[in-house]
C-alpha cells in the first residue's frame, strides 16, 4: 500500500523560527515606534482643551430610558445649527465644519452630558466651552418651549371647533324655541345636552391649553451649567508614555508581520532537517552564534579526526560564514603541522587574513600543485556563494565539508550547490552548521532508506568470503515469513540476506 504526505503551505515551526531569529528586526520596528511616538507627543503637544459639565432635563424622562435621549442630546451639540450660533455668539469668522471637528459631546448619564473643546489657548478654549454650553441650553430650553406652545395651540384649535359648534348648536335650540308649542321637545332636550357637553369640553380645552401654554418650567430650570468649563490638565510625561505605547505596539505588530512574511518569500533554511535535506549531507557540527575559541576548536578537532588519514584531499567551503571557515582550517592544520599544506582558495584570501605565526604550509588558491606525497594532508578553503567556479573546487578537495550559516541562503541556492558538488564528483562529509536557532530540536541527519545514515566520510567496499549482501525483496514477493505485507509497517525497505557473489 502507496501512503502519501500532504506538504503544508506554511512550515509553522519554520515560520516561528525565522521570526524568532529575525528579533533585531521586529525589536528595532518597535523601539522606532516607540522613538516616533514620543516625539510626536513632544513636537506636536495636544492642543489646549477646555470642558464642561451640563444637566439636560428631558420632558419624558423615565427611569428606564437606555440613553436614547442623551444620544440625541449629543446629536443635536454635533450639528450645524448649534455650532453657528456658538461661532456668532463668540463674533468668530471660523467655519461651522473647522468648529465642529474641535469639540465633542459625551453622555456621562442619562441627563449629564461632558462637552470637550479644543482651542488655539487657553482663553480661546475655555470660551469656546461657554458659548457652546450657553447655546446648548438655550437650544435645548427653546425647543422644550416651542413644542409646548405647539401643543398649546393645538388645544386652541381644538376649543375653537368646540365653540363653533357649541353656537351652531344655541342657534339650532333659538330656532326650535320660537316655533313656541309647535316646538318638538325631544329634538330640544337633545340640543340641550350637546350644549352642555360642548360646554363642558371648551372649559376642559381652556384649562389644558393655559397648562400647555406655561410649557415646561422644570426643563428651563433645571437644564443649566453644572460644571464651568476648566482647563483639563496637559502632563507631558503622561502623553509621551501614552503616544510612546501605542508607537511601540504598532511599531511590534508590524515588525513581526514583516519578519513573518520576508520569512514566506525569502525562504531561507534555518532548521537543520531543512538544510540537511537541502544539501544531501547530515550535519556533523554546529557553532553557535556567541562561539567562543573553545567551541570552535571542538568542532575542528571532529573534523580532525574525519580527515586525519591519507585518502585524498579535503576541503572546507564556505556558505555565509568565510571568517569561521578560515579558522576552522587554521586550526585543523595546527594540530597536523607537519603534514599539512592549505589552500587559501576563498574569494577575499579569509586564510591568509586569519593566519598569524604558523608552522604549516600556506599556499594561494591559483597556484597549480604537483600530486600530494604519501602521508601529506591538502586541505583546501573555498566558497560556494554565487559566482563559485565550480570546476575548480575539486583542485581544492575530492571530499568536502560544508560550512554553513543558517537562514544565509535560499532553497533553491542550496540545490544549486548540492547539483554542482556532485555534478564535480566531490564528496561531502558532512555538513557544519553556523548560528543555528539555539531552540532547534530536528534532527540533521541524512537517511538514505537504507540503514545508513550519511555522516561522515564513506567506507571502501570491502569484502571477504564471510561477507553476505544485501538483496531488496519485491515488493509483491513474500518476506522471511511468507507475509506478502511484512514489509509494510517498517521505516525502511525490507531486506533479506543472499549469497555473495562467489556462491
Same mark, same amino acid.
Given at each position: 500500500? *502507496?501512503? &502519501?504526505?500532504? &506538504?503544508?503551505? +506554511? ?31 513632544? +513636537? ?10 451640563? /444637566? ?12 436614547? /435621549? ?10 450645524? $445649527? !448649534? ?31 461632558? !462637552?470637550?473643546?479644543? #482651542? ?8 469656546? @466651552? ?55 321637545? *325631544? ?60 508607537? /511601540?505596539?504598532? #511599531?511590534?505588530?508590524? =515588525? ?18 531543512? !538544510? ?27 573534523? +580532525? ?6 585518502? =585524498? *584531499? ?8 568565510? #571568517? ?15 603534514? *599539512? ?11 591568509? @587574513? ?29 566558497? +560556494? ?10 583542485? /581544492? ?8 550559516? @543558517? ?36 534532527? =540533521? &541527519? ?29 515488493? $509483491? ?11 509494510? =509497517? ?14
Amino acid at each position: 500500500m *502507496t501512503t &502519501t504526505t500532504s &506538504t503544508p503551505l +506554511v512550515d509553522l515551526q519554520r515560520l516561528i523560527t525565522t521570526v524568532r531569529r529575525r528579533r533585531r528586526m521586529w525589536l528595532s520596528a518597535a523601539l522606532l515606534g516607540l522613538l516616533a511616538g514620543i516625539a510626536v507627543a513632544v +513636537v506636536l503637544p495636544a492642543p489646549p482643551t477646555a470642558v464642561t459639565k451640563l /444637566l439636560v432635563i428631558h420632558a419624558d424622562d423615565s427611569p428606564t430610558d437606555s440613553g436614547t /435621549l442623551m444620544r440625541t442630546d449629543v446629536a443635536v451639540l454635533g450639528s450645524s $445649527n !448649534i455650532a453657528d450660533a456658538a461661532l456668532k455668539s463668540l463674533h468668530s469668522k471660523e467655519s461651522s465644519e473647522d468648529f465642529m471637528k474641535e469639540y465633542q459631546g459625551l453622555g456621562l448619564t442619562n441627563n449629564v452630558m461632558q !462637552i470637550s473643546v479644543e #482651542g488655539t489657548s487657553a482663553a480661546d478654549a475655555t470660551a469656546k @466651552a461657554k458659548a457652546l454650553a450657553d447655546t446648548f441650553v438655550a437650544d435645548h430650553v427653546q425647543r422644550a418651549q416651542a413644542s409646548a406652545d405647539a401643543e398649546a395651540q393645538a388645544l386652541v384649535n381644538q376649543r375653537n371647533q368646540a365653540q363653533t359648534e357649541l353656537n351652531q348648536v344655541d342657534s339650532q335650540i333659538a330656532t326650535e324655541s320660537a316655533r313656541g308649542s309647535r316646538a318638538n321637545a *325631544t329634538s330640544l332636550e337633545s340640543l340641550y345636552s350637546r350644549r352642555a357637553d360642548l360646554t363642558s369640553k371648551i372649559s376642559d380645552l381652556d384649562t389644558q391649553a393655559q397648562q400647555a401654554g406655561i410649557g415646561s418650567p422644570q426643563i428651563a430650570a433645571g437644564t443649566r451649567i453644572v460644571d464651568a468649563p476648566r482647563l483639563v490638565p496637559n502632563s507631558v510625561l503622561k502623553t509621551a508614555a501614552t503616544d510612546g505605547g501605542i508607537g /511601540l505596539l504598532l #511599531g511590534l505588530v508590524l =515588525g513581526l508581520a514583516l519578519a513573518a512574511m520576508t520569512a514566506v518569500v525569502r525562504d531561507r533554511p534555518v532548521l537543520r532537517r531543512e !538544510i540537511s535535506a537541502n544539501l544531501g549531507a547530515s550535519v556533523i557540527a554546529q557553532l553557535p552564534k556567541r562561539r567562543t575559541g573553545t567551541a570552535r576548536k571542538r568542532v575542528a578537532a571532529t573534523l +580532525v579526526r574525519l580527515v586525519h588519514d591519507d585518502r =585524498g *584531499t579535503v576541503s572546507l567551503l564556505e556558505l555565509g560564514a568565510p #571568517g569561521t571557515t578560515a579558522r576552522l582550517a587554521l586550526d585543523i592544520a595546527a594540530a597536523l603541522p607537519d603534514r *599539512t599544506t592549505v589552500i587559501d582558495g576563498s574569494p577575499d584570501g579569509a586564510v591568509r @587574513a586569519a593566519a598569524g605565526e604558523v608552522k604549516f604550509s600556506i599556499v594561494d588558491g591559483g597556484v597549480v600543485l604537483p600530486p600530494a606525497q604519501p602521508g601529506e594532508l591538502r586541505l583546501g578553503v573555498g566558497s +560556494v556563494r554565487p559566482g563559485t567556479a565550480w570546476t575548480d573546487l575539486a583542485h /581544492l578537495g575530492t571530499e568536502t565539508v560544508l560550512v554553513v550559516r @543558517a537562514g544565509y541562503a535560499n532553497t533553491t541556492w542550496l540545490h544549486t550547490v548540492a547539483r554542482q558538488l556532485a555534478d564535480c564528483h566531490i564528496a561531502v562529509i558532512g555538513i557544519v552548521l553556523v548560528d543555528p536557532d539555539p531552540k532547534d530540536r530536528t534532527d =540533521g &541527519t541524512l537517511w538514505d532508506a537504507l540503514h545508513t545514515a550519511l555522516r561522515g566520510r564513506a567506507l571502501p567496499a570491502q569484502r571477504s568470503d564471510a561477507t553476505r549482501r544485501l538483496a531488496p525483496v519485491a515488493r $509483491n514477493g513474500s518476506g522471511a515469513g511468507g507475509d506478502p505485507d511484512s514489509s509494510s =509497517g517498517l521505516p525502511t525497505r525490507q531486506f533479506v540476506p543472499v549469497g555473495s557473489q562467489e556462491d
